[in-house]
Structures are given as C-alpha cells and as structure tokens.
C-alpha cells in the first residue's frame, strides 16, 4: 500500500521530465561524445592514401602545436577579454545612468537593447563596412566619420591591422551589440532592490556614491557573475559576427571557431574539427562548470 | 485526483513525442544503383527525380540554369527537374551544405563543382564517380579540347561533365584615367604595368590598382605567378616539377607585394564587385577579375573602349587561365539514369548554346557556333581554341580545395604582414602538404 502511494507520487513527474531528459541525452551528451570519439580518428585518404590524421591524442597535439591554431587561441583570449570588459563596463554604466532617473527611458532602454535583437550575421554586413581598413582618402565607416570630425589621427585598420593585439577592434561590435543585454541584468539587479535601504542609507548620512559603493553594488555581485559567464562563454563561440565581418580564410581574425569551419568545409576534415571542437567545449567548461557550482552552492544556502 | 490528471498529461506528452518521432523517420531507402558502367540512355529519360545541386540561385546565373531546366524538361519528359540551388557568393554557401549532405550519403542526383583539381577531395573521399560513358557518348575529345579534358582526368577516368568555360586572367581598365595619365599601349610584363601605375599616380589616382578580398587578392596573386613564371613553370607548380621556392616564385611575390604598394585598402571580406566598382567609377584604373566582370560593366550602363577596356594580364599575351563549371554524378545517388540524362544535356552543343548566352560564358564544346555569341564572348571563344591554357588556383581549377584554403590564408597573412618571404614560405608548406 505505502509503495504504491510512493510510485504514484514519483512517477508522473518523472514522466513529464523523461521527454526531455532522453532529448538532452541524445542531442547533447551522446553528440558530445561522438564528437569526442570522431576526434581521436586515425583518417587516411582514400584514393591517394595520404595519411590527413595520425589518430588518438596525436591529433590533440597536432593541433595544438599548429601555429595558425596557436594564432586562433590568442586571437580568442585579445577578443574575450576586451569584449567581457567592454560590455560590463558600458552595461554598467548605462544601467546605472537609467537608474538614476531620466525622462523617457522607456525610449533608451530600447536604443540600448535593439543591437540585441538583430543577428550577429546581419550586424556583422555592416561592421564591415564600418570597420574598413581605408585611411586618408580611401577612408570609408567608423575612419570617414573620424575624418569628418577631424580626428584622422585616431583612424586605424582596425582588426586588419598589423598589430597582435588587433582582435580587440573586432570586440567593438560585439560591444555595442550585447551592452544593451547586460544593462538590462544590471538594471533589473537595481530595481529589486528596495529603496527603503537607499532611504535608510541616505538617513545614515551616506553619500551617493557611497550608497552604490557599499549599498547597491555589494548587492549586484550575483548578477555580475552571472553576466560575466554568459558573455565570456558567446565570445568563446563566436562564429557569425567574425564570419560576415572578415571573410572565410582570413588569417588576422582566424578564431577557433572559424578555422573549425574552415577544417570542416573547405579541407573537408572533420576529424581535425572535432578535436578544435571539443578543445572549444574544455574551455567554455572551464568558465561555466564553476559558475554551476556557485550557483548550486548559494541556492542550497538559501533554500536551506 | 490530481495526480492522475498529471500522470494522463505526461503519457499523453510522450505518446505524442512518439508520434513525431515515427512522423519523421521516412527516410528515404536506398534503391541498388543502376548499371553505371556502360550508357544505356532512353528516349525521353530514364524517369524519377533529378536533383540538380548548383549556387546558380540569382542573375544570369539563375537565368542559365533556368535555360536548362527548359530544355531539359522538353527533351527528357519523363525525368522531373529539382532545383536545389543554394544561393551565396562563389559558392561558399552551397559547398559547406554539400560538404554535410556528401557526408550523411544523401547526395542530390547532380552537383556542381568547378572542374580540375576541386574535384579531387571528392574523388578521394570516394564521394563522386567517372563519367567516361557520358564523355565518350558526347563525342570525347572530338568535341572537347584535349587540354581540358587532360585536367579532368584522374588515373583515367573523367569525373564531371564541364558546362562553361570563364577566363580569370583578364584586366579591366578605365580608359579615361588611363588617357589622363598619357598611357596609350598595353604594358607587355609586370614591369611596364607597374611603371604604368606609377604614371596613373602621378596623374593625381591614388589607388591605380584595385583589389578586393582575399579570394580575388589569390587570383591576382596567380596572373603575376604566371606572368613571371611562365606557361610551363606555372603548370609545373601542381605537380611538382617547379618549386614553390624557387627564385621565379620569389621574385613573383616580390612583384605582387609591389603591385599591392598600388592598391586601395580592402577588408578580408570584400567581394569582388567592390573593387570592380572602383574602376567604373575611376577610382582606380586597373582591377583583375574573370570575365564574369563585363556583366557588371552592363549593369552599369557603361560601354566597351569608350568606358572600359580589357587586357589580358601583362606578359600573358596567348595565355588563357581558365576556369569551368562542371557536373558530376555522385556515389550512391538514388537515380543514376536520371542524371546521366541531365550530364548528356548539359554536355550537348544544344545545352552548352542555350546556358552560356544566357550567363556569358563561353561554352566547353569547341563545335558550337560562335556567331551565335556577342562579341566578347566570341573573342573569348577564339582564344579559349588557341591559347594556351592554363588552370586558375583561385576557382579550383589548379588545385584542390583544401590546398586552395591554406593558399587562401597565407595570402590573407600577408595582406597584413607584407613579408613576402614569409609568403613563399607558407605557400612551400602548403604545397607540401598536398603534393603527391
């Protein structure tokens, strides 16, 4: 009797959750795992009999120590570090302007979070135009609106310059597209908090930029973190924007996920794109496995 | 109670996932491939469908293919034409949707692949089979160069059936910019071109030369490697009898990099138009581009000698650096009769007549009339017959597809860096590779 009141309390939820649970195994874990296994292949061609993957962990080590992946690897790190950066700071910024009151910010809100709706393909057609490397009399985009505003000394090749830190132009429009995004965590952070403690603070005689330093911001902390994880893991899988911005071989924006589609499609190697692939899901790990682990931590705090 | 109305929502959720999942299983069975060795062809078509795979999806490249949907339709009732055109420039799209659909074996009945050296990763992969019966059934080399059909064949075997024919080796030029910088003769080698840009500077043009993205950055690449190297050296590249380091390469580098000295800036990305658009806007005097370029002249309404001029590239005089669209018949595909009739009506004088008017190619077939054609597609069509010919690195014709990748970014790398040792070493490394 007490087992069949159990099975009836377990099985229905389980069986709302089983659809999903064996979608999620196939299309997640099981694809993971062939990608895993279709990266330790040993491939030869078959007609010339030219050997294209050693196989096993060579394939890992090959990669790796290829410089034009090497070269994809830091281009990776110059752009997530200046895109993280970038859009925290402006989503900061712009929430924090927002917050402090201003007319029409319905009006604003949505200036700041449209870049959002649009694709990173369709953004990135115009980037290119935007970001064009002609300087003087060739300029075109962002280097004709310098010269216009008679800042030609500012002009640059952007991301196409020769400069090994020139991946951080390519941030600029990841930028200006996800700011908006961030704003509205940081904004949302802002108004859940309940103006009793800024009134409180005030009464304590705080100033205003000690109610953000010590009141408001402390507060934020978890929405940051979260902001931080969800941007650092799109840079690192960024294909579409630098895609329709450079091109299909181009060497100075070459990021793993574009070479991917490169060894994929062009040199018709899906071997050496599974191992790019799967050296791609160790670094998003790496970010996001101990952001579950917080998170799991603190809602177990807080539940219990 | 409550309970058990859960419980009836999750069967009937997973009933229903069921019921997708059957819903989306027909997966098309494998039919045993017909006797594919020897051509046995019937009078309206062997039936069934024909999927025909290009990146013939706008302008006069759609208006060709549509030519040859008529024509197929009339001449082969009983087969039904399926368009499968993937739009995108060059076929850049198409290719990485092929790549997948090649890699599920679910091949569409025909597709098209630039012919020469690109066919080699589908050959090696086993993916495509010889067409030698649809070759010979047309006429073989009676009707087709010799020439071109050499560069079709691997181990024996012909692998597609060409359709068209382009020419990537020419310059196109804006004659007013060049009256004003007094320049009245074609420059016979990359010297006199280069002394001829130098005067189109000092005639106040800042960018004589332009250049787009790095595609067409390749192929300007391989008119100087030609020019410097000549008919027999260039050819030599492919197969190894010329080394990628040796000092005409080195010294074609060196001429590119100082080509380069006289072009615009151009994003990576840039597609071929843009600096096209340059000369007709007398922006810059000279751009290298296949002769696709004269539709682009036309559109923009301007007119051939009084606008434009076109040349072959300096110190190419007699070289015809060519490029073709072909067909192929896939491995496993479900109708190989069916494509067979579409091979023979893309192989036909009929078929070769009725697309390349309509796109502004030339035709593979040397039997076809040229005064049928307007006059640069017969000038094209004369030389095509007599020069010598030569395979395009940029349009797969030279090389395969994976090596015309690392080409492609070592051009890229020294867009930027300028090193042109730098370059002719990469370009060893990636020869390496690849070379048999």
Request: a negative charge; proline letters at 4%; glycine letters at 8%.
């Amino acid at each position: 009797m007490r087992t069949a009141t159990k099975v009836r309390d377990w099985l229905p939820g389980f069986l709302l959750v089983l659809p999903s649970v064996i979608v999620v195994g196939i299309f997640v874990y099981w694809l993971i795992l062939q990608n895993v296994l279709t990266s330790l292949d040993r491939t030869v061609t078959r007609a010339t009999k030219r050997v294209t993957n050693p196989g096993g962990v060579e394939n890992y080590t090959n990669l790796l120590g290829d410089d034009g992946y090497q070269h994809a690897l830091f281009n990776l790190l110059v752009l997530t570090v200046v895109f993280v950066a970038g859009t925290m700071v402006f989503g900061l910024l712009w929430a924090v302007l927002l917050e402090k009151g201003v007319n029409a910010e319905g009006v604003f809100r949505s200036v700041y979070l449209l870049p959002m709706a649009i694709s990173f393909i369709a953004a990135g057609i115009v980037w290119r135009w935007l970001l064009s490397p002609g300087k003087g009399e060739q300029a075109v985009g962002l280097n004709q609106l310098l010269a216009m505003m008679g800042l030609e000394r500012f002009q640059s090749s952007w991301w196409q310059s020769p400069n090994t830190l020139s991946m951080a132009a390519m941030a600029i429009p990841a930028i200006w597209q996800l700011s908006g995004y961030v704003m509205a965590l940081f904004l949302a952070g802002f108004r859940g908090i309940s103006d009793d403690q800024r009134e409180a603070a005030r009464i304590d005689g705080a100033t205003e930029r000690q109610i953000y330093r010590h009141v408001l911001f402390p507060q934020l902390s978890p929405i940051a973190l979260s902001a931080l994880i969800i941007i650092g893991h799109m840079s690192m899988k960024m294909f579409d924007l630098i895609y329709a911005i450079a091109g299909q071989n181009s060497y100075k924006a070459s990021v793993p996920a574009t070479l991917m589609w490169t060894q994929m499609f062009q040199q018709n190697n899906p071997t050496a794109a599974a191992a790019n692939a799967t050296i791609l899901l160790v670094l998003v790990a790496l970010v996001v496995v101990p952001y579950l682990i917080y998170t799991n931590k603190t809602e177990k705090e807080t539940r219990g | 109670m409550r309970n058990r109305s859960v419980a009836t929502v999750a069967i009937a959720t997973i009933a229903a996932l069921g019921l997708a999942a059957c819903g989306s299983s027909n997966e098309p069975t494998p039919t045993p491939g017909g006797d594919t060795s020897s051509l046995a062809t019937t009078s309206g078509g062997a039936g069934g469908e024909v999927g025909v795979f290009t990146w013939w999806a706008a302008g006069s490249e759609k208006k060709g293919l549509d030519e040859l949907e008529k024509l197929f339709k009339e001449k082969y009732p009983n087969d039904t034409f399926v368009n499968l055109a993937v739009a995108g420039g060059a076929g850049s799209n198409a290719k990485a949707k092929l790549a997948s659909d090649l890699q599920n074996n679910q091949p569409p009945g025909s597709f098209q692949g630039h012919a020469g050296a690109e066919l080699l990763d589908y050959i090696d992969a086993e993916q495509i089979e010889p067409v030698n019966d649809v070759i010979a059934a047309l006429g073989g080399d009676k009707v087709f160069p010799k020439s071109l059909l050499d560069r079709l064949t691997v181990d024996g075997n012909i692998y597609s059936v060409p359709s068209n024919i382009h020419r990537a080796n020419v310059v196109w030029a804006n004659t007013e910019v060049l009256k004003n910088a007094g320049i009245n003769a074609v420059p016979t080698d990359i010297k006199g071109w280069i002394a001829d840009m130098e005067k189109v500077k000092a005639s106040g043009v800042a960018t004589p030369l332009s250049v787009a993205g790095t595609w067409t950055q390749l192929q300007l690449f391989e008119t100087v490697l030609i020019s410097d190297l000549g008919v027999d050296k260039y050819n030599g590249l492919f197969d190894g009898k010329t080394a990628w380091d040796s000092p005409e390469v080195k010294q074609a580098a060196a001429d590119y990099k100082t080509l380069l000295t006289y072009a615009n800036t151009a994003s990576d990305g840039d597609d071929w138009p843009v600096a096209t658009d340059m000369v007709i806007d007398g922006k810059a005097a000279y751009n290298v581009m296949g002769d696709w370029a004269v539709a682009e002249f036309a559109a923009k309404g301007k007119k051939e000698q009084t606008d434009y001029q076109y040349f072959a590239v300096p110190g190419q005089e007699g070289v015809f650096d060519f490029l073709a669209d072909s067909f192929t018949l896939p491995k496993g595909t479900k109708n190989p009769g069916g494509t067979k009739d579409w091979l023979m009506l893309i192989g036909s004088a009929e078929g070769q007549k009725a697309f390349n008017l309509a796109k502004g190619s030339i035709p593979a077939r040397t039997d076809v009339p040229a005064t049928d054609f307007p006059p640069y597609q017969q000038s094209a069509m004369e030389a095509f017959k007599t020069n010598d010919i030569v395979s395009s690195i940029a349009h797969g014709a030279a090389v395969s597809l994976a090596w015309n990748a690392d080409m492609s970014t070592a051009i890229s790398k020294f867009y930027t860096t300028k090193d042109d040792a730098g370059l002719v070493t990469d370009l060893t490394a990636a020869a390496k590779k690849y070379l048999p």
